[in-house]
T-cell receptor, first 112, second 113 residues
Framework: GENVEQHPSTLSVQEGDSAVIKCTYS??????FPWYKQELGKRPQLIID?????GEKKDQRIAVTLNKTAKHFSLHITETQPEDSAVYFC???????????FGSGTKLNVKP | GAVVSQHPSWVICKSGTSVKIECRSL??????MFWYRQFPKQSLMLMAT?????????EQGVEKDKFLINHASLTLSTLTVTSAHPEDSSFYIC?????????FGDGTRLSIL
């Protein structure tokens, strides 16, 4: 089955700095890679996703890059703000309606 | 966007009680529902996948007789924790699958005394 590894487990940055979270996956058949943000006690919320037919996707301060050859993908947050503080999870999936394999999560702390 | 409504949000009950958690997709048809369990400071652990009108598929190590899943319609799936014990205390969360993305419910915090 798929194995998704996520690093770092914790990340502390100063407000305004950039944050990068990296994930690797093992199954080359995986073709959908979402990123979720989860605040304490709340549901994970989709913040950005990428499919295997593109290498990069950007949405304002958030971007995701995908390297299919190396089987890794990364989340980039620029100009971080205190409200970006949360736990971020990456995931990998194959096709529609298929189960997600989640990374172990990264706790991001943005210091004001 | 797609919304999944999950109830109850918090349950406290005595050991031996059975607890039912409901998830409804409000503005889309969730052909597939996923049920997760999350321990504090840990990732989401997939328990089972349910498809409307068919039996759920359980992940390895998950007791299907303890965690009963029913997906009777395209908008409703339920998880029943039977004869719950303190070790079943956790955060349970469902998600509805549609067109690649999964849309999560708000989760249910289950505390068994």
């Amino acid at each position: 089955g798929e194995n998704v590894e996520q690093h770092p487990s914790t990340l502390s940055v100063q407000e305004g700095d950039s944050a990068v979270i990296k994930c690797t996956y093992s199954d080359s058949a995986s073709n959908y890679f979402p990123w979720y943000k989860q605040e304490l006690g709340k549901r994970p919320q989709l913040i950005i996703d990428i499919r295997s037919n593109v290498g990069e996707k950007k949405d304002q301060r958030i971007a995701v890059t995908l390297n299919k050859t190396a089987k890794h993908f990364s989340l980039h947050i620029t100009e971080t703000q205190p409200e970006d503080s949360a736990v971020y999870f990456c995931a990998a999936s194959k096709n529609n309606f298929n189960k997600f394999y989640f990374g172990s999560g990264t706790k991001l702390n943005v210091k004001p | 966007g797609a919304v999944v409504s999950q109830h109850p949000s918090w349950v406290i009950c005595k050991s031996g009680t059975s607890v039912k958690i409901e998830c409804r997709s409000l503005d889309f048809q969730a052909t597939t529902m996923f049920w997760y369990r999350q321990f504090p400071k840990q990732s989401l652990m997939l328990m089972a996948t349910s498809n409307e009108g068919s039996k759920a598929t359980y992940e390895q190590g998950v007791e299907k007789d303890k965690f009963l899943i029913n997906h009777a319609s395209l908008t409703l799936s339920t998880l029943t924790v039977t004869s719950a014990h303190p070790e079943d205390s956790s955060f349970y969360i469902c998600s509805g699958g549609g067109d690649y993305a999964q849309h999560f419910g708000d989760g249910t915090r289950l505390s068994i005394l």
